[in-house]
């Protein structure tokens, strides 16, 4: 079975500060990982995925997250938030299934 | 920008009632899925469905639970008879590949028994 961990469950930050969240997940067998982030009222939407092949993936936004195999570890970065960057983000991994496995989130606060 | 609706927004229904959550996924998508959240607890896998069978499910869905797709538009999540722990938000999603590479979220739709 594969479990997603999401350590910290709401990250304030000042804009244009960077911002690091941090994901770690288990499992026995190769595993898809994603970051999905989800404005107020809205669905899950993809900022990036990797798949395979280089382990710094570039997502939308100016987010990007770094694959560490050996730490089972793939943190969400961005350099410089903004307001609108608030929201709460999910990190998920796929046992290369159809099914995704969800964190529990972390709401990023960005305050001015 | 074609996205997953989902209706009712909000339902709230009495213990051991039926109730049908209907989404209406992207239009030439082909996968569809359901995932759950309790509050403050994870996003859960329900279901997958592909032409017009489950082709995954996890070990909630259990038989209170169907999937259907009546007609060409959209795609239904029906539970028998409600119970205060199935309270959660419910999201649809829809993918046109299949897997989990790409699948499209709806905003989904809050449930409350009481």
């Known amino acids: 079975a594969q479990s997603v961990t999401q350590l910290d469950s709401q990250v304030p930050v000042f804009e244009e500060a960077p911002v690091e969240l941090r994901c770690n997940y288990s499992s026995s067998v190769s595993v898809y990982l994603f970051w999905y982030v989800q404005y107020p009222n809205q669905g899950l939407q993809l900022l990036l995925k990797y798949l395979s092949g280089s382990t710094l993936v570039k997502g939308i936004n100016g987010f990007e997250a770094e694959f560490n195999k050996s730490q089972t570890s793939f943190h969400l970065r961005k350099p410089s938030v903004h307001i609108s960057d608030t929201a709460e983000y999910f990190c998920?991994?796929?046992?290369?299934?159809?099914?995704?496995?969800f964190g529990k989130g972390t709401k990023l606060t960005v305050n001015p | 920008e074609p996205e997953v609706t989902q209706t009712p927004s909000h339902q709230v229904t009495q213990m051991g009632q039926e109730v049908i959550l209907r989404c209406v996924p992207i239009?030439?998508?082909?996968?569809f899925y359901w995932y759950r959240q309790i509050l403050g607890q994870k996003v859960e896998f329900l279901v997958s469905?592909?032409?017009?069978?489950?082709?995954?499910k996890s070990e909630i869905f259990d038989d209170q639970f169907s999937v259907e797709r009546p007609d060409g538009s959209n795609f239904t999540l029906k539970i028998r008879s409600t119970k205060l722990e199935d309270s959660a938000m419910y999201f649809c999603a829809s993918s046109p590949s299949g897997g989990p590479y790409e699948q499209y979220f709806g905003p989904g739709t809050r449930l409350t028994v009481t």
């Open positions: 469905f592909y032409n017009n069978e489950i082709s995954e």
């Open positions: 998920a991994v796929s046992p290369l299934s159809e099914k995704l496995v």
């Open positions: 239009s030439n998508h082909l996968y």
